[in-house]
Each structure stands twice: as C-alpha cells, then as structure tokens.
C-alpha cells in the first residue's frame, strides 16, 4: 500500500492535531491541499459531501475526515500506542484533547484576524494556496474577499469582537507563561511520550498560535520552552536532548504534575462558564428540534450562548462538537471502578474542571458515513 494522503493545509488549525499523530507513529504520507479536481470528485463525496480539513485517503481510495477520526482510526490499528493506561492520565489526555479542539478558538482567530498588519503576505498567501488553483494574482484577491468575510462573521460567532480583545490578550499571555512552565519540567504534557492530549493542544498551539507571525512572536518571547514543544510535536525523534530524563514512557504511578494541574486551572476559568453555557443553550434547542431524525448532520453550532470570564461579558456560538469530545472524557470516567474514580475525581476537582462530568447533551453524537451525527 502506497503512502496516505493527508489533505489539508500547515496553516489550518485542525490538520496540526492528525499531521503531527503521523509524524511520531512514522506513518508514511503526503501532505496536499484539498482545492483540487481530484478532491472535489473523489474524495469529498466519500467524506460526507464535507469540504473541510483534514481529511487523508489511503491508497485503495478509502477516506477518513476529520481528525479524531484519523487518530482514532491508526490507535486502534497500534494497539492504543499513545492512549496512557492509568486511570488520571487518561481522563487528562482526552480533556486536553478537547480543550485543543474547542478551548482556544478565540485567541487563534483573535490573532490571525485582527493583527493582520503585523503578518505582511504571510495570509494572503496561505489562503490562496488552499481555495484555489488559479494564478498568483487570483490567490490574493480571493484570500482578502475570504478573509474580510471570516472577521465580519465567523469572528463574531466565536466570541472575538472588539470588547474582547483586551481579555483575550491577557488570558493568552497567562496560558503561554503556565504552558511554559510546565515544559520546563516536561517535554511532553504525561512525560517522555506524547499522548491523545498533546495531538489535540497541537491543533491550536501550531497551526495559529505557533505558526502565524503575532502570536509565534509572542510564543518565541514569553514561552520558548512551550514552542520547543511544537517543534519536538512535528519531529519523528523525541527531541528531548535538554532534558535529564529521556525515557520515552508516561510518568510512572499515574502522576499528573502540579504545573500541569496549574495549566488545566487556568484553562478551567474560560472552559467551564463556556462550556455550561453551551451545554444549556444545545439543550434547549434539542428540546425545540426533538423531532430531528437519528443519525441527521450535527451543525457545527445550533445558537448563541452568554457567559461571563474574569469579568468579560462574551457571546459565542454553541458547538456540539464540543460535547462529543467532552462525551468520551466522560465515558471514561463512568468505566472506572470506585478507587479510580474517587482519585480522578479529586484530580479533577484540584484543577476545578469536576463539573464537565455533569454537562451532558441530551442526545448523544455519533459518526456515519464521515460525519458526526445525532444518535
């Protein structure tokens, strides 16, 4: 079998987390975009009709979209390879993986979107590479039409409008300073190897945070051990030569670090009032649209949520995609035995992250036919 091809892009947000999954389980492939005629007739239609990325076809023209999926997908092939096999290590890895997946869109469109001036050509030029296959000049004049439309609609959506800026600023400042200490100690987030969590904390903190021109200038600045992490998540080797302990394994005895239980506190402060929000504004509309049918499209969002950070009044879109990550983190939870769950239970309380046990749709999410579905 030939090599698979990931379609997607190094400046999109989601491709980071399934990219940097293939390079450390040296998985041979092709990265291409996905503005193509090949795309558009053989691939998307076996990806649900869904234009998004990533998506990978392997040889024999079988797709997988979306990149839980994938990772899903090559972890069940590998023995769960990089699934931690104790109790606290294996909620903390799927809560980071859904905190990179949901948890740090808005500084990531805060800073690729309105600090524009600072990025010269760098946007300009990436969105043309990826929406069209015309000429140069094409490229820029599509990207600015593109670009204008994400800051007049998506960025709204998300909860970054112009009396958010100053919070989302400073709370990114303190995330850098806390990631950074803890890969200090680390190089990974569960010790020598990486796990589910670290892939997902790729997709925002490379593909925007790590990569666009503004924040990677204040990724270098303020967290260069932090950006030593994104550059040791897109390499084959571990490439953790300044650290004294070089064993390639999770932290023995289940050990969750006080840096990392700093981070999911901080983390916890946007995360939880967001995320009640959305839950209770997702039920609600399901009880409004209880005769939508088993196994219809989820959307990514169903309405607007109000909530509150540090004093921040934020309006933002409600995702059910969130809960369909936070689903598994649960599900984890409730498989464990009495001893397991009290000692996850007081972990997760230490970092005030408990009340996402309780935030349940009231209809399941599942996948068919590359999509993510109501059950």
């Known amino acids: 079998m030939g090599p698979i091809t990931l379609y997607g892009s190094p400046f999109s947000l989601?491709?980071?987390?399934?990219?940097?999954?293939?390079?450390?389980?040296?998985?041979?492939?092709?990265?291409?975009?996905?503005?193509?005629?090949?795309?558009?007739?053989?691939?998307?239609?076996?990806?649900?009709?869904?234009?998004?990325?990533?998506?990978?076809?392997?040889?024999?023209?079988?797709?997988?979209?979306?990149?839980?999926?994938?990772?899903?997908?090559?972890?069940?092939?590998?023995?769960?390879?990089?699934?931690?096999?104790?109790?606290?290590q294996r909620v903390v890895s799927l809560l980071l993986d859904m905190i990179g997946a949901e948890g740090l869109l808005r500084p990531c469109m805060h800073y690729r979107f309105n600090h524009d001036t600072d990025h010269g050509e760098f946007l300009p030029f990436h969105f043309g590479t990826i929406y069209n296959e015309d000429t140069p000049d094409a490229y820029a004049s599509d990207a600015q039409t593109r670009m204008a439309g994400i800051r007049e609609f998506v960025l709204p959506a998300w909860g970054v409008t112009p009396s958010t800026h100053e919070h989302i600023e400073k709370f990114h400042l303190t995330t850098l300073r806390v990631l950074n200490k803890h890969f200090a100690n680390y190089p990974y987030f569960l010790g020598g190897k990486p796990c589910i969590g670290d892939f997902g904390m790729m997709a925002p903190l490379y593909g925007h945070l790590g990569r666009d021109p503004a924040p990677l200038s204040l990724m270098t600045k303020h967290a260069v051990r932090l950006f030593?992490?994104?550059?040791?998540?897109?390499?084959?080797?571990?490439?953790?030569?300044?650290?004294?302990?070089?064993?390639?394994?999770?932290?023995?005895?289940?050990?969750?670090?006080p840096t990392l239980v700093d981070a999911l506190k901080h983390f916890a402060i946007d995360l939880i009032p967001e995320s009640r929000a959305a839950c209770d504004c997702i039920n609600t509309w399901l009880v409004e649209n209880k005769h939508i049918e088993t196994g219809t499209e989820v959307q990514r969002g169903v309405g607007l949520c109000n909530f509150q950070v540090l004093g921040t009044e934020i309006q933002a879109e409600a995702q059910p995609f969130r809960f369909y990550l936070l689903e598994r983190m649960q599900d984890e939870f409730e498989s464990l035995d009495a001893e397991a769950s009290r000692d996850v239970q007081k972990m997760l309380d230490d970092c005030n992250m408990t009340e996402l046990l309780g935030m349940k749709l009231t209809r399941s999410i599942g996948r068919k036919n590359n999509l993510e579905v109501w059950l």
Do not use: C
């Open 14 to 88: 989601f491709t980071g987390r399934p990219r940097s999954y293939l390079i450390k389980a040296k998985i041979d492939y092709r990265e291409e975009p996905h503005a193509s005629s090949h795309f558009y007739s053989n691939v998307l239609p076996k990806a649900g009709g869904r234009r998004g990325i990533p998506t990978i076809e392997f040889s024999d023209g079988r797709v997988i979209r979306d990149g839980v999926a994938i990772i899903d997908y090559f972890e069940r092939k590998s023995n769960n390879q990089f699934s931690p096999k104790t109790p606290k």
């Open 228 to 257: 030593r992490w994104v550059e040791r998540m897109n390499r084959p080797e571990p490439d953790f030569g300044e650290f004294k302990n070089r064993e390639e394994s999770f932290l023995v005895d289940d050990f969750i670090p």
